[in-house]
């Protein structure tokens, strides 16, 4: 209950709108990839939050920092206590609007720019970040890679273990919406 009352507080927060034909999720999958020549670093959320207004065209994402899964549980407590700062900044999230005129009520598969901010461990970035959108039988799914560079989020890196974590980390978004009720 408590997420779902999470999900439609997000929702309404970001979209302001009561009458839109709005679409969400709270299953979506979220992962991000680290490779350097010494260790790769894989970590993956099935808990991303999304809406999309689907007339206006803009979208929301957030996901938990503490919902993001490794294979090694010592980086995995790392990673939220000393990078992340998860008890400091819980969430990291996205919300933009898509650059391109497209028709969301069609099926098909569409190839977009979304412009709106990023933010991460409290750092909110201007970016744009392209992605498909595919809609097929009343949903819609959105899949995106893109990089995010740790400095530009004040996200510090002892160098003592530099070598073990890359600069600039993939981002992974594979989610699907569902028309909101």
Same mark, same amino acid.
């Given at each position: 209950?408590?997420?779902?009352l999470?999900?439609? @507080?997000?929702?309404?927060?970001?979209?302001?709108?009561? #009458? @839109?034909?709005?679409?969400?999720?709270?299953?979506?999958?979220?992962?991000?990839?680290?490779?350097?020549?010494?260790?790769?670093?894989?970590?993956?959320?099935?808990?991303?939050?999304?809406? *999309?207004?689907?007339?206006?065209?803009?979208? @929301?994402?957030? =996901?938990?920092?503490?919902?993001?899964?490794?294979? #090694?549980?010592? *980086?995995?407590?790392?990673?939220?206590?000393?990078? *992340?700062?998860?008890?400091?900044?819980?969430?990291?999230?996205?919300?933009?609007?898509? #650059?391109?005129?497209?028709?969301?009520?069609?099926?098909?598969?569409?190839?977009?720019?979304?412009?709106?901010?990023?933010?991460?461990?409290?750092?909110?970035k201007?970016r744009?970040?392209?992605?498909?959108?595919?809609?097929? !039988?009343?949903?819609? #799914?959105i899949?995106?890679?893109?990089?995010?560079? =740790?400095?530009?989020?004040?996200?510090e890196?002892?160098?003592?273990?530099?070598?073990?974590?890359?600069?600039?980390?993939?981002?992974?978004v !594979?989610?699907?919406?569902?028309?909101?009720?």
């Amino acid at each position: 209950m408590k997420k779902i009352l999470l999900t439609l @507080a997000f929702a309404f927060s970001i979209m302001q709108v009561c #009458n @839109a034909q709005l679409f969400s999720t709270a299953t979506g999958n979220i992962s991000f990839f680290s490779k350097t020549p010494v260790e790769d670093i894989d970590a993956h959320s099935k808990t991303g939050l999304g809406v *999309m207004n689907i007339e206006k065209l803009e979208m @929301a994402f957030k =996901v938990a920092n503490p919902s993001f899964e490794f294979h #090694n549980k010592l *980086m995995q407590e790392h990673f939220n206590e000393k990078y *992340m700062e998860s008890e400091k900044y819980p969430f990291s999230q996205f919300s933009g609007k898509i #650059n391109e005129a497209v028709d969301l009520t069609k099926d098909g598969e569409y190839k977009v720019t979304v412009t709106g901010k990023l933010t991460i461990h409290g750092v909110e970035k201007g970016r744009t970040i392209s992605g498909v959108i595919v809609v097929k !039988d009343g949903q819609i #799914n959105i899949k995106s890679d893109f990089k995010v560079l =740790v400095k530009d989020h004040n996200i510090e890196i002892p160098k003592l273990v530099t070598a073990k974590i890359a600069e600039e980390i993939t981002v992974s978004v !594979d989610i699907t919406l569902l028309p909101k009720k």
